[in-house]
Nanobody
Framework: QVQLVESGGGLVQAGTSLRLSCAASGRAFNSYAMGWFRQAPGMEREFVAA????????YFPDSVKGRFTISRDGAKNTVFLQMSSLKPEDTALYYCAAREIYSSYSATFSHEYDYNNWGQGTQVTVSS
């Protein structure tokens, strides 16, 4: 198992940027494909971004494509979600997720059931 701790959330104005961090500990970080999800009040959790073990592949839904980027730093065991041009509809609790995988360095995963390690979340609120 890997332990995940998110940070970097806060209250920001629409149109601005924010960077979330997810620090991983416990097992070899580079064995994990990583993802970000979010959940707004009364809504289901939704996929936001994914990055492969190697960091070479990323994947985003249309709702954030072109505004969000995901990256990872193996030396710091951390994955980042850079969010720009934020909108009020981006307001949610953002979760980091990890999936251990040995069969592929390039695979990305976009479903909740793909991941078996989750952080506690960090709140992002975007005011209009």
């Amino acid at each position: 198992q890997v332990q995940l701790v998110e940070s970097g959330g806060g209250l920001v104005q629409a149109g601005t940027s924010l960077r979330l961090s997810c620090a991983a500990s416990g097992r070899a970080f580079n064995s994990y494909a990583m993802g970000w999800f979010r959940q707004a009040p009364g809504m289901e959790r939704e996929f936001v971004a994914a990055i492969s073990r190697s960091g070479s592949n990323t994947y985003f839904p249309d709702s954030v494509k072109g505004r969000f980027t995901i990256s990872r730093d193996g030396a710091k065991n951390t994955v980042f979600l850079q969010m720009s041009s934020l909108k009020p509809e981006d307001t949610a609790l953002y979760y980091c997720a990890a999936r251990e995988i040995y069969s592929s360095y390039s695979a990305t995963f976009s479903h909740e059931y793909d991941y078996n390690n989750w952080g506690q979340g960090t709140q992002v609120t975007v005011s209009s």
